[in-house]
């Protein structure tokens, strides 16, 4: 497994090396944002851990622009900041983990462990459910002929709806699984990106809409005014609207 640690500390930047080699990584290490930036687009990481406080690009700038450029592998930011407002701003900056220094080596490895093994499990690069279609690699979502890009936790808000479609996903599993944090911390962000992607649906043109259910969830649902043979596919027994596809390849004619 490969691994690259963008830390300015070079004996902190050492020791990660060390800690990661007992878990069989092969470490690339440098010291500056702008260096992490161009190691990470070049290369296949399996893991990233990134500093916040770096010289040339702090570790903040640097994650957004590698989500932005479609750089998916797990990033842990690992920083001094411990307050709740510089956790949020990492994640939503595209880290997938937050750890703050000092920290436990082994609580480390458990969190890389956690991340790399989330990525190995995740499914194939396209998930279709209604009439739209979710490209993972690029970050696309389409509906007929119309795309748009999401941003990277766009993308994870709409995975997750779409490959629960019909389904009711609660406040807390969207809240872990897009964020790495509880409810109560993101309720006002989850709800901006709800409002985002929804602008976005309406874009694209989609007979499909987010609705809240019971203020516990969210659920992506055949709009009501949707034509009633697209409202009657989902009444067919098991078909693939009701149970989103997530084998197919992104280059693959659309669900």
């Known amino acids: 497994m ?7 500390d070079r004996h902190l930047a050492s020791a990660l090396a060390h800690i990661l080699a007992r878990e069989g990584y092969e470490c690339d290490v440098v010291h500056d944002g702008e260096a992490g930036l161009s190691f990470a687009k070049a290369g296949r990481y399996d893991a990233i851990i990134f500093d916040i406080m770096l010289p040339k690009v702090d570790g903040i700038h640097a994650v957004r622009r590698l989500r932005k450029d479609g750089v998916d592998a797990p990033i842990l930011m690992l920083t001094a900041r411990d307050a709740t407002p510089d956790k ?4 939503d900056s595209g880290a997938d983990a937050y750890m703050t220094k000092p920290f436990s080596p082994g ?10 093994r989330r990525k190995a499990q995740s499914p194939a690069d396209a998930v279709c459910a209604a009439d739209l279609v979710l490209n993972r690699e690029t970050h696309d979502l ?8 999401l941003s990277h936790k766009e993308l994870l808000l709409a995975d997750l ?3 629960n479609f ?10 872990e ?12 962000n989850m709800e901006a ?8 649906l309406a874009f694209l043109g989609s007979r499909t809409e987010i609705r809240l259910e019971r203020k516990t969830g969210y659920a992506l649902r055949w709009a009501a005014n949707a034509p009633a043979t697209d409202k009657a596919s989902k009444a067919r027994g098991s078909n693939a609207t009701a149970a989103p596809t997530s084998s197919r390849p992104a280059g693959d004619t659309p669900c």
Not at 179 to 186: L, M, R, T
Not at 193 to 200: E, F, H, P
């Open 2 to 8: 490969q691994a690259l640690i963008v830390e300015d």
């Open 177 to 188: 699984t897009v964020w790495d944090q509880g409810a109560a911390v993101v309720d006002n």
């Open 88 to 91: 949020i701003l990492g994640l």
């Open 107 to 116: 609580e480390l490895r458990a969190r890389l462990r956690a991340l790399t």
């Open 161 to 163: 709806l779409l490959s």
């Open 166 to 175: 019909g389904r009711v996903v609660t406040k807390r599993a969207i809240a």
């Open 193 to 200: 990106y709800v409002s985002m992607l929804r602008k976005k």
């Open 142 to 149: 389409a509906c007929a002929s119309e795309a748009i890009t």
